[in-house]
């Protein structure tokens, strides 16, 4: 029965990435957010369960970009589109009335599916990556997203600033370069709690935790960039 489990994990990230779905399509950020952390937590229990329990399974390796896909993949996408769609300063370029620029959005969906599949056929992404994996990427378009509602932190500026165009296409455009870049990022795959094996990964965990509770929301762009610099410092491991 054990071998089942890691799959079955994976499954519930879909279902949930599916319930994030509708949500996002209802523009209801708050519950997409709570739907993709359930996701996030089983997206990576799947792959904890499988180490502990040496299992190496083709078939859930393609389960597991499957659902990514969905939760990690097509909702950030469907965000962005929202985002853009009722933003302030969105050039206009029409196609049978419909002005095709909120859908750049999407690109944020295509270049997770080319991270997906890059990772998949990659023997060096293992002990860590390159490029921004998928499930960090959603946080960061998440994250956008609930600053731009000012519910979490009461920052005129900011919910402003997430509201520009040019801001969420920038944030786009820098989305779909790191999702296949070849920075080494670390990956939070603890194959023991020592600190000389995983310093970088508590030193990332220990900057992230003061900083969630003093930015809030604020914190995840933040960390992400905490993230990005602290692997650049440590891709050689030492």
């Given at each position: 029965?054990?071998?089942?489990?890691?799959?079955?994990?994976?499954?519930?990230?879909?279902?949930?990435?599916?319930?994030a779905?509708?949500?996002a399509?209802?523009q209801?950020?708050?519950?997409s957010?709570?739907?993709?952390a359930?996701s996030?937590?089983?997206?990576?229990?799947d792959?904890?369960c499988?180490r502990l329990?040496?299992?190496?399974?083709?078939m859930?390796?393609q389960l597991?970009?499957?659902?990514?896909m969905v939760?990690?993949?097509?909702?950030?996408?469907?965000?962005m589109?929202?985002?853009?769609l009722?933003?302030?300063g969105?050039p206009?370029?029409?196609?049978?009335?419909i002005n095709?620029?909120?859908?750049?959005?999407?690109l944020?969906t295509?270049f997770?599916?080319?991270?997906?599949?890059?990772f998949?056929?990659d023997?060096?992404?293992t002990?860590?990556?390159?490029?921004?994996?998928?499930?960090?990427n959603?946080?960061?378009?998440?994250?956008?997203?609930?600053i731009?509602?000012?519910?979490?932190?009461d920052s005129?500026?900011?919910?402003?600033?997430?509201?520009?165009?040019w801001?969420?296409?920038?944030?786009?455009?820098?989305?779909?370069?790191l999702?296949?870049?070849?920075?080494?990022?670390?990956?939070?795959?603890?194959?023991?709690?020592?600190?000389?094996e995983n310093?970088?990964?508590?030193?990332?965990?220990?900057?992230?935790?003061?900083?969630?509770?003093?930015?809030?929301?604020?914190?995840?762009?933040?960390?992400?960039?905490?993230y990005?610099?602290?692997?650049?410092?440590?891709?050689?491991?030492?």
């Open positions: 029965m054990k071998k089942h489990i890691p799959n079955l994990l994976t499954t519930l990230n879909l279902l949930f990435g599916t319930f779905l509708v949500a399509f209802n209801h950020i708050e519950w957010a709570l739907f993709i359930f996030l937590a089983l997206d990576y229990s792959g904890f499988a329990f040496n299992i190496n399974s083709e859930g390796k597991d970009s499957l659902a990514d939760s990690f993949g097509l909702i950030p996408g469907v965000i589109y929202f985002l853009l009722n933003s302030q969105l206009e370029v029409n196609f049978f009335q095709i620029f909120p859908f750049l959005g999407f944020i295509v997770s599916a080319l991270r997906l599949a890059k998949n056929v023997p060096l992404q002990d860590k990556f390159y490029g921004l994996n998928t499930p960090a959603t946080v960061l378009i998440l994250s956008i997203a609930l731009n509602l000012n519910i979490f932190n005129a500026y900011f919910a402003h600033l997430t509201n520009q165009a801001f969420l296409l920038t944030i786009s455009a820098l989305s779909c370069f999702l296949v870049s070849r920075i080494p990022l670390l990956a939070f795959k603890f194959k023991s709690f020592g600190w000389q310093k970088a990964q508590y030193i990332i965990i220990l900057v992230a935790i003061p900083l969630l509770f003093l930015l809030k929301i604020l914190a995840f762009p933040t960390i992400l960039l905490v990005i610099v602290i692997s650049l410092i440590y891709k050689d491991g030492n």
